[in-house]
Nanobody
Framework: QVQLVESGGGLVQAGESLRLSCAASGRTFSSYPMGWFRQAPGKEREFVAAISWNGGRTMYAESVKGRFTISRDNAKNTVYLQTNSLKPEDTAVYYC?????????????????WGQGIQVTVSS
């Protein structure tokens, strides 16, 4: 059974940082792009960041560019999202996604596998 388990979320104040982790089990994703999405209350799920299979390409939503960094450790089957300078508008449930695709324009299309989500709350 494939599982993606997110961790590292929580409640922080504006300007602080969190490091989200997504550990995969039941399947190896080292050959596939992976990504992060988020969903705020009353809003649709939106793309946050993605990374190619070897980490050579990364892409970000404009709203997080320069503040968030995605990385991966294929030996651990884990992808990370370092979130710095957090803002109240970053408050959302963050979801890990695996086995997506990246087109030539650098857009990430989510794959079949999703984590259960983890809450990030940023207070002002």
């Amino acid at each position: 059974q494939v599982q993606l388990v997110e961790s590292g979320g929580g409640l922080v104040q504006a300007g602080e940082s969190l490091r989200l982790s997504c550990a995969a089990s039941g399947r190896t994703f080292s050959s596939y792009p992976m990504g992060w999405f988020r969903q705020a209350p009353g809003k649709e799920r939106e793309f946050v960041a993605a990374i190619s299979w070897n980490g050579g390409r990364t892409m970000y939503a404009e709203s997080v560019k320069g503040r968030f960094t995605i990385s991966r450790d294929n030996a651990k089957n884990t992808v990370y999202l370092q979130t710095n300078s957090l803002k109240p508008e970053d408050t959302a449930v963050y979801y890990c996604n695996a086995e997506g695709t990246i087109n030539l324009s650098g857009r990430y299309y989510p794959g079949l596998y999703w984590g259960q989500g983890i809450q990030v709350t940023v207070s002002s």
